[in-house]
């Protein structure tokens, strides 16, 4: 989830909580299922329960765009666990102040209980409604099955509108507690990106006895890229990458990916065109003014910020066997940010732009494991930093610096003497259920962990009821930031860049980038 | 340009010729100047020159809709040598006839005319409004005065509309005359695909003793991709690929920069989002029903088809030095096709899809060496199939084939045993002037090619007449493809599939991709 904030989601939907006075849920559907007789759905003159209930700040002279505020269907469900939210809303109250986010766990939990009482009210209605079918089915007097036919047909009326309006308030509720981000670790440090804690620090900070050039100059002078020409053909915040460059870029991504295979990751080229759903699922916004993410006309699609999202749905909507866990993928693609609102801050030369080549780490595994692979992860991502010679910090990320969908997030940030300070070079995150839970991917736990089990025969240690997996991602190699630290820290005075050793193997054994006598 | 098909633009915008009868310009002119006078500019009552002379089949009931279609700005200009056009309409309307275009040479040597006409009008009224403007510059009568000042704003007045027609007039031309293909070289076979002369064969059918399977089958057996949960991702025709597949990619790409790279070009990796207008420049159609382009929402931009696309763009409007040329680029990106219309023919699989890798040759040159770097270029190709052990062909593709920009085309189709016949893997193009027209590239030749031009001193060679570069493309590698046939070609009886030698280097000394056991 590196450099994509994610979460806040469906801002404008959301109603003041002290505006919101509903009358009883009982009298209200007594009153509807009367009076709807005979009226078309969605008739302005009547507001349907849900209206009635949930949205009395609604001007009633211009019901339709307010209606479709309110119903904007979301696409997809996630299997949001509300029983646990009731049960721990303390907690679950704190960790939304301690992420700043603007969720609304009041309204959630109001939308719950309205919920279960609208369920209640159809069962209770679809009963009624068995009954009098059920006593229209003796011989009745004409009367008496006249009554019972007119009761049975204000029943059924009743049931359809307030079924209709369940749909309705199950969406609500949905767009509402999607927006809740997940809980942290209880040793996530609170507060703001500032309060984050320095885990671990690595080598130092390299001197230098020439004045040092950034990256952009360096590259000038070696003729590794071209802004100028990409911000014709393409826009600002784009670049060719030329000579050495490319060489470097093919580098770092094959070494990632060999040293993520080597310890047992799967590796993956990706779609970078996926369905819009799919981002959301991954806890990203693919729409509204902010967003990071490209759309793609006249579609439902868009383009990958990272490959955590095309990685993260590679097993959606199935259930995995037990024994397939944990499963760890290495991801190669190119992603796309729009970089909205980031003008200004840290934005020369490469290291923020539109497009770059990334090398991402992604793991499914069972519950009681994700810790365990979270510092497994940031591991290989120390290995890999340290093994090019680089001076970085891992950091345990503030509250206030998480993504809906992390519970714990583990930054890197290398020196780079161009910017002076250190930068962000990768992110390595543990998901837990958020994601699974909007992707649908669960597994179904094997019972046999003792020989009695075996008693049970084939379809024995099947019958265990599912979970959902916990998700994690890691950047192996953010190509465009580590070339940033490449330049910039192995810089020499007669304007040449040492490459690592560990990198040579991967660059047709090249150990120096000189520049050019044309 | 392999595979995708370009030209024929501007469909909608054509008026049948012979429905073109225009009242004499001379006439209008006049008629114009005299009664625009007080009226607003694009009123309906009084319809412009242009519409009056190009237009005799617009509906006067719908006179805004229809004024939208002919002036339809182009956001840029092709510098069309039209005086040549002119010279050789002949072989022009030949060459679109061969071509099968529905560019409308008629229409467009008759709006030339109306322009230079027009032009020459504007020129004269200038010239008269001088006068008048000269003869008040002494003392005059006052009836006199004022019928000078009369005669100025009338004149004054029609040239303003003139200029507003000259600046349609010319919109117009652009566009019609933009559909015009290129010429095609005189050893291009006239016909349609089937008329293609193999200029080269390598290799021979490779003979099994096994029942052969297709590489959909193969990478089923041997996990190399998965296309089922791409399609639910991303949608039909995307895939992953897993295991030793990313292995094979990358190896690929690294061997075809990595050859290209020795031969003198220069290795790029280039933005694969670009302006809508460089990929109209380049001679491909961004927009329209059947375009195979991808559009960002809310931008002028779109996903590149191929790396021709920004690699032309790399040194649009600039001129070159001659001691620059040629500017050869070996560039790697990742290609993005709606593939809008291609269902049914050899779809299955990694044949045709929506996004993948690919490593492309472009080379800016001297008019005078175009031919020869085509040869340089389809060389280059033969080689590297070649070098790959593949069974193929080479083809020069008939009239027919050709998209717009080319003036002649290379296409090489190798064997596929899944598809059971040759199916094309790479494509070289010598786009001659018409992509430089468009995208403004041009270069300065130098004049000092004998010892007396150094007499003329320092800027003696810098002052020849620009002219426009000549561009070529060819596929290095397009990857998907390649890797149909090498695991269609190279497989074996026990379910593995032999690595050729010549890409071993580059996959870590793999030799074979072996059926796993789990």
């Not at 009298?27 to 009076?35: D, E, G, N, P």
């Amino acid at each position: 989830m590196m450099m994509i904030s994610s979460g806040t989601a469906f801002q404008t939907l959301r109603l003041a909580p002290s505006l919101f006075k509903p009358p009883t849920l009982q009298t209200l559907t007594r009153t509807l299922s009367r009076h709807r007789h005979g009226l078309l759905r969605g008739s302005p003159l009547l507001p349907s329960l849900l209206r009635a209930v949930s949205s009395p700040a609604l001007q009633p002279s211009s019901p339709a765009v307010e209606e479709d505020k309110v119903v904007a269907k979301p696409q997809w469900k996630a299997a949001i666990d509300f029983k646990w939210i009731r049960e721990n809303k303390d907690l679950v109250v704190a960790n939304i102040r301690n992420r700043n986010s603007s969720a609304d766990l009041e309204l959630v939990l109001e939308l719950y209980e309205k919920y279960l009482a609208l369920q209640k009210e159809v069962e209770r209605l679809r009963a009624e409604r068995n009954s009098v079918a059920n006593k229209m089915k003796g011989k009745l007097e004409p009367s008496v099955r006249q009554a019972l036919v007119e009761e049975g047909k204000n029943l059924k009326e009743g049931l359809v509108a307030l079924e209709d309006d369940l749909v309705q308030l199950t969406d609500r509720l949905q767009q509402e507690a999607q927006s809740i981000p997940n809980i942290s670790h209880p040793d996530v440090p609170i507060g703001g990106e500032e309060s984050s804690v320095v885990k671990k620090m690595v080598g130092s900070r390299p001197e230098f006895s020439f004045t040092t050039r950034d990256h952009l100059q360096i590259g000038k002078d070696l003729d590794l890229f071209d802004f100028d020409a990409a911000s014709e053909v393409s826009g600002s915040k784009f670049y060719y990458l030329k000579n050495e460059a490319v060489l470097l870029e093919m580098g770092l991504v094959n070494w990632a990916l060999s040293e993520a295979t080597k310890r047992g990751f799967t590796p993956l080229t990706t779609p970078e065109i996926v369905r819009s759903s799919v981002v959301e699922k991954c806890g990203f916004q693919p729409r509204g003014q902010n967003t990071q993410v490209y759309s793609i006309e006249d579609t439902d699609q868009c383009l990958i910020g990272t490959a955590e999202i095309p990685v993260g749905g590679i097993h959606m909507d199935s259930i995995l066997p037990d024994s397939a866990l944990p499963l760890k993928y290495v991801a190669f693609s190119h992603c796309f940010r729009t970089e909205a609102g980031a003008a200004g801050t840290a934005t020369r030369g490469l290291y923020r732009v539109h497009q770059f080549s990334k090398v991402e780490m992604f793991i499914f595994c069972r519950p009681e494991n994700s810790n365990m692979y979270h510092e497994e992860l940031i591991q290989i991502e120390e290995d890999l930093f340290t093994s090019l010679g680089l001076h970085f910090k891992t950091l345990d990320m503030a509250t206030g610096d998480l993504g809906a969908p992390a519970y714990r997030k583990f930054d890197v940030e290398a020196w780079m003497p161009g910017l002076g300070r250190f930068g962000e070079i990768s992110s390595a995150s543990n998901c837990t259920d958020y994601q699974s839970r909007r992707l649908g991917i669960r597994f179904r736990p094997s019972l046999d962990t003792s020989p009695t089990n075996l008693k049970k025969g084939k379809g024995g240690n099947s019958s265990a009821p599912t979970q959902f997996v916990h998700t994690l991602n890691a950047t192996a190699c953010a190509v465009p930031r580590m070339i940033v630290c490449l330049l910039e820290n192995f810089q020499q005075e007669d304007g040449s860049v040492v490459i690592p050793e560990t990198l040579r193997p991967f660059m047709g054994g090249l150990q120096v980038i000189s520049p050019k006598f044309k």
